[in-house]
């Protein structure tokens, strides 16, 4: 009995080619994006849960409480006492892991002689630690040990990254590199590869004995953090969180000065990959709101899928009336009829998920380079992917196929026999057409979602930031103090190329989100400031090149030493003077000693992303080697293709042992809206597929139409109609179902993006212009839809039509 049920479906199927490949089509792209989605978010899940005491683990972070709006928000650097002040005071925490992540590192292989074999250029992945790092989470070695990080310039790298440096891993123990130019560092152990699903994406792991991290680990400074100083513990079993959290606020409240109200808290290992305000090491957080705003997404995305095959199946109504007739008047009763229809159903879903597979190993590739992940077909291997997909396949048949098997078996024989279909609610009103309202509602409010994202995005990117960023390249130098020794004469041989309008050394760029924050004592003010500000360290040349604008006072005098200071407008505002004059020779001290005056104030210009208000902030001066590392030079426009390659051949002749990059500055501003464009671009091609699903749908119903209404288009031709004449009437029915959807998508939307671009300070109004543009789209694409059947209906010979009349 079951084989005659797929037997005939398989003969149904393969008689109504069109139908089938319409509904394959369908049906595969709306499982496909599905698929897609629950791969993504499988993958974003699995990060960093095949550490055995993950449950137990434990992030550190700084809980900022602002002092004006009583905001909160959370950061990952933390002050440099706090690990072992915690080791005091919680004896009982397993294991406290300080760690430093470094940006922009050089690495040099020595040879015998121990001078430069090779150099290497780490924009990420150099950290330091100490080995209980490694009793916290499981990256096994191949060869070494861990223990060895107890010593001072020792440091264990990954099996890649030996590959790399030594050509194989074997040949990398016990070899010497130096990291920055300044620190000789052994090689002690050699990583086991690092699973691709880690935050922690090691390279070179050094003990924090080494370099300028020892220093740091010495500071007492309890009222100061940095984004690059992080910890994470490991708690016993019978100790909780929130325990955790009770003791660090302790612990800090007592050791801060001045009042301070920021603290410390605990944040479980599970919830790091999804903090897209603190962020992580691998810099791919993707946020609780965004994966259910992706399952919310896929799911109307499968139900418009499915509303397209309830609209064609419903449509081929007619074609299959007579069938459902005489095989109920040769005694076939309704639930053999729906049994039937739903093994139809099925063998077509089967087929769409075979296509879904197809499109999700072609799309998987594209996807994982546009989101900068490892996302391979392999993926689509898993055990999970099979569930879904037996689930998928199940939910599919049961949501598409099981309203036309009501329908279709449910059909009078004797009107069946004779064509006389009407499938309607209680009130008289099409599903079909209410189905299709349901698709371009959320067809229309995906293509306004992108709209507005993009919208947004082209915002950040044309909007000024206050200070001057193209045609500026970012050259770091090295830090040790035989090349620091060389800047003047790297001024003067930059300075002297032709194509190089200025040239300023600083700590770092005008806008980052990788800054120093710290408290201080304002005009002999007994008490630190209650707020923290940005400091950067810059020289005389640092506001010309960025052409930043002073509002009062001058700039700084060249020095190699800490003595005077800018401040820009909005740290003036919070030390609630009146104008800018009034913080003019102002003294203002930092820890114990270091101490200027205020020679300028600079207009604010936004000194991290647009998604936050512009910062407080302090310039100054110091020596070179103590927080220097960047050149800032301004090419002119028509001259960076030959400037560029001078510029390294200089760096070549200064640092000879250095790997010369550089960076743009305007494409580094722009990296900080990379996951949003990464996103918008998915959602392009999500609102892509709904689109495109939608108009299956609109063909669905405009092919019904077109059976349904045959005689009367011959009737209205034989009265004298026009082919345009019809083609309009039947296409204002489509308009104004467009119409219905779009203004119960606008207003829906609306909301929603109104809460989504609260997430930054700084955003655009959504203006009506967005909504016609996507309104507009909606009624060309679903006209240019329909067209074809309609004038196919228009021009059918009405003697043909008429002729059983």
């Not at 790297?490 to 770092?508: C, F, H, P, T, Y």
């Not at 300028?600 to 407080?616: D, L, Q, Y």
Request: with cysteine.
């Amino acid at each position: 009995m079951l084989s005659n049920f797929f037997k005939t479906a398989w003969r149904n199927i393969t008689r109504q080619k069109s139908y089938t490949l319409i509904n394959i089509i369908g049906l595969g792209s709306g499982i496909a994006v599905c698929l897609l989605i629950f791969v993504l978010i499988q993958f974003h899940s699995s990060f960093d849960s095949f550490h055995t005491k993950k449950d137990r683990i434990y992030r550190l972070l700084t809980e900022y409480h602002h002092a004006d709006t009583k905001d909160v928000f959370y950061g990952s650097g933390i002050s440099a006492p706090i690990p072992q002040g915690l080791r005091i005071d919680m004896p009982s925490v397993q294991e406290i892991a300080p760690v430093f992540n470094n940006f922009d590192d050089q690495i040099q292989v020595l040879n015998a002689a121990g001078q430069t074999d090779k150099k290497f250029k780490e924009t990420s992945g150099i950290f330091a630690t100490t080995p209980a790092f490694f009793k916290i989470f499981d990256f096994p070695l191949v060869a070494g040990t861990t223990a060895s990080l107890k010593y001072p310039n020792t440091a264990i790298i990954s099996q890649e990254t030996a590959e790399k440096y030594f050509g194989n891993w074997q040949n990398a123990m016990g070899k010497t590199m130096k990291w920055n130019n300044t620190d000789l560092v052994k090689i002690t152990g050699i990583l086991a590869p690092i699973p691709k699903n880690s935050d922690f994406q090691l390279k070179v792991v050094m003990s924090v004995g080494t370099g300028y991290t020892a220093k740091y680990m010495q500071s007492k400074d309890w009222n100061s953090t940095s984004t690059n100083f992080g910890c994470y513990v490991l708690l016993p079993p019978n100790v909780t969180g929130a325990y955790l959290t009770s003791r660090l606020r302790a612990l800090v409240k007592k050791n801060h000065t001045d009042g301070i109200t920021d603290s410390e808290v605990a944040q479980p290992l599970k919830d790091v990959h999804f903090d897209t305000q603190s962020g992580n090491y691998s810099g791919k957080s993707i946020s609780p709101q965004m994966i259910r705003m992706l399952w919310l997404i896929a799911s109307f995305i499968l139900i418009i899928a499915c509303v397209n095959f309830i609209n064609l199946a419903t449509a081929q109504a007619v074609n299959r009336a007579k069938e459902v007739g005489i095989r109920k008047v040769l005694g076939g009763n309704r639930g053999q009829l729906q049994i039937q229809f739903l093994t139809e159903t099925l063998v077509i879903v089967l087929a769409s998920v075979i296509v879904s597979l197809g499109i999700s190993a072609i799309a998987i590739p594209f996807i994982g380079r546009v989101l900068e992940l490892p996302l391979t077909a392999g993926l689509l291997l898993q055990f999970k992917v099979a569930a879904f997909l037996i689930a998928a396949t199940i939910c599919v048949t049961l949501i598409a196929g099981f309203y036309p098997s009501i329908v279709l078996s449910g059909f009078n024989p004797i009107n069946a026999l004779k064509s006389k279909l009407a499938v309607k609610t209680a009130k008289g009103i099409s599903l079909r057409r209410g189905l299709v309202v349901f698709q371009f509602i959320i067809a229309q409010g995906l293509i306004i979602c992108t709209l507005i994202i993009v919208k947004q995005m082209h915002y950040f990117s044309s909007t000024s930031m206050g200070f001057a960023k193209d045609a500026i390249v970012n050259v770091p130098f090295p830090q040790d103090s035989a090349s620091v020794s060389k800047l003047t004469y790297l001024r003067q041989k930059v300075g002297g190329l032709k194509g190089v309008e200025k040239m300023s050394i600083s700590s770092d760029l005008p806008a980052s989100e990788n800054t120093n924050w710290g408290m201080f004592n304002f005009d002999h003010a007994l008490k630190q400031t209650d707020f923290y500000s940005i400091f950067k360290l810059v020289d005389n040349q640092y506001l010309d090149t960025y052409q930043i604008k002073l509002v009062a006072g001058r700039d700084l005098m060249a020095s190699d030493t800490l003595k005077e200071f800018l401040i820009n407008e909005a740290l003036v505002q919070k030390l609630g003077l009146h104008h800018p004059e009034d913080a003019l020779n102002k003294e203002i001290k930092l820890g114990e000693h270091a101490k200027g005056i205020v020679v300028g104030v600079i207009k604010n210009f936004h000194n991290r992303s647009f998604k936050n208000e512009t910062a407080p902030m302090l310039m100054t001066t110091m020596k070179p080697k103590w927080g220097y590392h960047l050149t800032n030079i301004k090419l002119s426009a028509n001259s960076i293709a030959t400037t560029l390659p001078a510029l390294e051949k200089i760096w070549g002749e200064v640092y000879p042992d250095y790997t010369f990059e550089y960076h743009f500055v305007d494409e580094q501003m722009a990296q900080f809206y990379k996951q949003e464009n990464q996103l918008a671009s998915i959602y392009t091609w999500f609102a892509a597929v709904a689109i495109l699903l939608s108009c299956l749908g609109l063909y669905g119903l405009a092919s019904f139409m077109a059976v349904q209404r045959i005689k009367e288009v011959g009737i209205r031709k034989v009265l004298g109609a026009s082919v345009s004449g019809i083609v309009f009437l039947f296409s204002k029915e489509f308009v104004m179902l467009i119409v219905i959807g779009f203004v119960i998508a606008s207003p829906i939307t609306w909301y929603l993006m109104q809460k989504w671009l609260q997430d930054y300070t700084y955003r655009i109004n959504i203006r009506w212009d967005i909504f016609v543009l996507s309104g507009g789209m909606a009624v060309f694409i679903a006209l240019a839809t329909v067209s074809f059947q309609l004038i196919k209906a228009a021009l059918a010979n009405p003697v043909k039509s008429l002729r059983s009349e």
